[in-house]
């Protein structure tokens, strides 16, 4: 078996298990919120939402596009 081999296989051994990483993933999480103040949480979420809410897509079917598609259409009918 070559060396590289042996190692990627050694790696797959060391990888946790389901259960393992459920653990891990639950308290790595509890130890984030031990850190956070309520209303920091608060204000960091409401400031998230906000960003969120910047970064939409702009609708296409607005009043105005439908109006500016309109003009264009009866330009080209006539």
Excluded: I, Y
Excluded at 55 to 71: F, K
């Amino acid at each position: 078996m070559s060396a590289s081999a042996s190692s990627s296989s050694d790696w797959a051994v060391k990888m946790l298990s389901d259960e393992d990483f459920r653990k891990l993933l639950e308290a790595e999480e509890q130890k984030r919120a031990r850190h956070w103040d309520p209303a920091e949480r608060w204000r960091v979420l409401q400031e998230t939402l906000t960003w969120a809410e910047a970064q939409a897509t702009v609708r296409r079917n607005t009043p105005a596009r439908c109006l500016e598609l309109q003009r264009a259409k009866l330009a080209r009918l006539g």
